[in-house]
C-alpha cells in the first residue's frame, strides 16, 4: 500500500498541475495518462468531441471478456476565478493529512488511485478485466460521457458494473437526481430609454422569465415528493448566470440566461420545461413582437444529465457491498456521468474517496486518509477480479 500511495501522490501531483478547466482542450492531460498506460503495455482508445479538442480515454487490463467492471472518472475541474486559494491551486500542496489542488477530490484524487493500481492490476492473474475511463466536460453537463459509452459499446467485451468515482466519502451512492442545463436567449429592440415604448427591452422580459422559473421552483419545493430519500425531495430550478444589454440608457437588445432543472427520479423534466416555455411563447413575447415583430425568446438544451437509480440487488451495488461490508446504500443531489452508463445497461453506482463539501471551492483538497481508503478498496477488486 505505501508503494502505491506514493505513486497516487506522485501521479496526483501532475494531474492537478494540468488546467484543465471544463470546456477548454485536455489533449495534453489524456496525452499524458495513455503514454502512463503505455508504459505498462496497456492500449487505450480515444473518442472525441465534434472539434477533436477534447477527448475520453478507454483501457482494459485483463482478459478481453465480458464480466468486468468500468473505473469512471472525469478529468475537467471548475474555474479558480474569483477564489481566494492560499497556495497555487494547480501546484499540489500536502499539509496536515490533506491534499490541496484544484481537482483534488473533485475528482483527480479517484483518477490518480486507478492511475497508481495499474501495475497492481497488471501484475494480478485476472479472470475478468478491469476498465479504467476518463472522461471530459462532466462539470458543465456531461458532454463527454455519452460519447464514451458509445465507445464502451463499439467494443466487444461488455463490462457488467461501474464505478463513478466521485467524491462520496467511499460511502455508497445507488441514486441521483437528474438535471436539465438550459441556456435561454432573448432578442428585443434597442432603443432610447427616454422613450422606452419605442423599443422591446430584452432585459425586462428576462426578468418575467425568472420570475416565472423561480415561481415554478417554489410551488414544487411546496410539493415535496412523499418519503423521497433526496434532499431536498423535490425538484429544484436555478438560475446561475444571466448578460445583456448595452448601457443603462438603452433598452436591451438581447439578454441570455444560464438556468437548470433537477427533478427526482420520476419527474420529466422536459414537462417542466414544456410549461416554462409555453408561458413565455404565450404571455411575453406577444407584447414583446408589438414593437419588434423580429423579437424571440429561444431556450436551448444543451445537456441533459440521465437521474441514476440503482436497483439494490444489481451488479454494481452488490460488489460494493461485498467487497466493504456496507449494507445500505443513499442518493445525493448532484449529478453525475453514472446516470449514461446506467442508461446504457451497465449496472452503476457512484463511490468514491473525499467529501463533495470540499468541491468547488478555495483551498479544495482530499484527505490522504481517503486516497488510503481508495487504494484498499482497488486491492480488493482485483483479488475480486481474479476468481
Known amino acids: 500500500m505505501h508503494d502505491q500511495l506514493s505513486a497516487a501522490k506522485e501521479i496526483l501531483s501532475r494531474l492537478v498541475a494540468f488546467e484543465s478547466v471544463s470546456g477548454r482542450p485536455n489533449l495534453e492531460m489524456i496525452d499524458y495518462i495513455r503514454s502512463y498506460l503505455d508504459g505498462f503495455g496497456i492500449a487505450s482508445s480515444i473518442s472525441h468531441d465534434d472539434t477533436g479538442k477534447r477527448a475520453n480515454l478507454y483501457a482494459t487490463v485483463g482478459p478481453a471478456v465480458d464480466g468486468g467492471v468500468v473505473l469512471n472518472g472525469h478529468t475537467d475541474v471548475v474555474p479558480v476565478t474569483g477564489q481566494n486559494w492560499t497556495s497555487d491551486p494547480f501546484a499540489l500542496a500536502e499539509r496536515n493529512g490533506r491534499l490541496y489542488g484544484r481537482g483534488a477530490v473533485d475528482m483527480k484524487g479517484f483518477l490518480a488511485c486507478m492511475l497508481a493500481m495499474v501495475p497492481v492490476f ?11 475511463s476518463f472522461c471530459f466536460d462532466e462539470e458543465i453537463g456531461g458532454f463527454g460521457a455519452p460519447i464514451l459509452v458509445d465507445d464502451i459499446e463499439s467494443k466487444p467485451m461488455r463490462p457488467r458494473a461501474a464505478i463513478i468515482g466521485e ?47 423561480l415561481e415554478t421552483g417554489r410551488r414544487m419545493a411546496a410539493n415535496p415528493v412523499v418519503n423521497s430519500p433526496f434532499d431536498p ?12 444589454g448595452a448601457a443603462r440608457n438603452i433598452t436591451a437588445g438581447s439578454c441570455s440566461f444560464d438556468w437548470e432543472i433537477r427533478p427526482v427520479p420520476g419527474e420529466d423534466p422536459h414537462a417542466i420545461l414544456a410549461e416554462i416555455t409555453s408561458y413565455a411563447d404565450a404571455a411575453l ?23 441514476l437509480n440503482a436497483d439494490e440487488n444489481s451488479d454494481a451495488v452488490s460488489l460494493i457491498r461485498e467487497l466493504t461490508g456496507l449494507n445500505s446504500g443513499s442518493v445525493v443531489a448532484f449529478g453525475t456521468d453514472g446516470g449514461h452508463f446506467e442508461r ?4 452503476t453506482v457512484v463511490f468514491g474517496p473525499g467529501s463533495i463539501d470540499q468541491a ?24 475480486h477480479q481474479t476468481r
Request: proline share 7%; glycine share 6%; net charge neutral.
Open 285 to 307: 413575447l406577444p407584447s414583446m413582437q408589438k414593437t419588434a415583430p423580429h423579437a424571440r425568446i429561444l431556450t436551448i438544451v444543451e445537456a441533459e444529465v440521465p437521474a
Open 233 to 244: 425531495p423535490f425538484c429544484t430550478v436555478n438560475v446561475g448566470r444571466i448578460e445583456g
Open 344 to 347: 446504457a445497461g451497465i449496472s
Open 122 to 132: 497488471k501484475a494480478q492473474d485476472l479472470n475478468q478485466p478491469i476498465h479504467i
Open 167 to 213: 467524491p462520496t466519502s467511499m460511502k455508497l451512492i445507488t441514486g441521483h437526481k437528474a438535471g436539465l442545463e438550459l441556456r435561454t436567449e432573448i432578442t428585443g429592440l434597442e432603443a432610447h430609454a427616454s422613450n422606452p415604448t419605442k423599443g422591446s427591452n430584452a432585459v425586462e422580459t428576462a426578468a418575467l422569465y425568472i420570475a416565472r422559473i
Open 360 to 383: 468547488h471551492k478555495p483551498d479544495e483538497y482530499v484527505e490522504i486518509s481517503q486516497i488510503e481508503q481508495c487504494l484498499s478498496f482497488m486491492h480488493k477488486l482485483a483479488l
